[in-house]
Antibody, heavy 121, light 108 residues
Framework: QVHLVQSGAEVKKPGSSVKVSCKAS????????LNWVRQAPGQGLEWMGG????????NSAQKFQGRVTITADESTSTAYLEVTSLRSDDTAVYYC???????????????WGQGTTVTVS | EIVLTQSPGTLSLSPGERATLSCRAS???????FAWFQQKPGQAPRLLIY???TRATGVPDRFSGSGFGTDFTLTINRLEPEDFAVYYCQQYNMSPHTFGQGTKLEIK
């Protein structure tokens, strides 16, 4: 059974960057999409993008292109989300979530990390 | 992008009753690429339904999903106390994989 563990909470200044990690254990890593979803305080869920590690090229929402980088390190089974030029409205809980089907971005997400709180202030 | 609109925003029911939650898409997503999630306070979302009608592993059979194209429904029969939460729909047919704004199911 796959388990996803994310890095700890971060407090950042506006204009700075943050890099959140998501380490997978207990299952296949490289061929499944690792997605990033964020949730601002009291708000709904927002899909940011995902990556299939063995393919390398992420599939990101256009809204975040240019400010968000999604990468993965197969050697450590870890995915990363980097957000630059942070603004106050980037304050949110950031979740990683794995897709159910190998080699497929267009599949549901059934295993989720515990979430990482990023506060921009 | 595909916009998902959930209704109602809040649903107040009692344990034992049936809940019917709706989600309408701004364009067709077929049925294969549609999911429902449950989220409780302080927790990550939990996948309930995918492919519009298939229950995820471990999801009780009182949860059922239906729909095709632009209109989808999540039905929860015989509400249990642990079912009171926020529910989100999601389409994963086209990028970005958008979510609805959520329906809060609260105890009446």
């Amino acid at each position: 059974q796959v388990h996803l563990v994310q890095s700890g909470a971060e407090v950042k200044k506006p204009g700075s960057s943050v890099k959140v990690s998501c380490k997978a254990s207990g299952g296949t890593f490289s061929s499944y999409a690792l997605n990033w979803v964020r949730q601002a305080p009291g708000q709904g869920l927002e899909w940011m993008g995902g990556i299939i590690p063995i393919l390398g090229s992420p599939n990101s929402a256009q809204k975040f292109q240019g400010r968000v980088t999604i990468t993965a390190d197969e050697s450590t089974s870890t995915a990363y989300l980097e957000v630059t030029s942070l603004r106050s409205d980037d304050t949110a809980v950031y979740y990683c979530a794995r897709g159910t089907t190998p080699w497929d971005y267009n599949c549901p997400m059934d295993v989720w990390g515990q979430g990482t709180t990023v506060t921009v202030s | 992008e595909i916009v998902l609109t959930q209704s109602p925003g809040t649903l107040s029911l009692s344990p034992g009753e049936r809940a019917t939650l709706s989600c309408r898409a701004s364009q067709s997503v077929g049925s294969t690429y549609f999911a429902w999630f449950q989220q409780k306070p302080g927790q990550a979302p939990r996948l309930l339904i995918y492919g519009a009608s298939t229950r995820a592993t471990g999801v009780p059979d009182r949860f059922s999903g239906s729909g095709f194209g632009t209109d989808f429904t999540l039905t929860i029969n015989r509400l249990e106390p642990e079912d009171f939460a926020v529910y989100y729909c999601q389409q994963y047919n086209m990028s970005p994989h958008t979510f609805g704004q959520g329906t809060k199911l609260e105890i009446k």
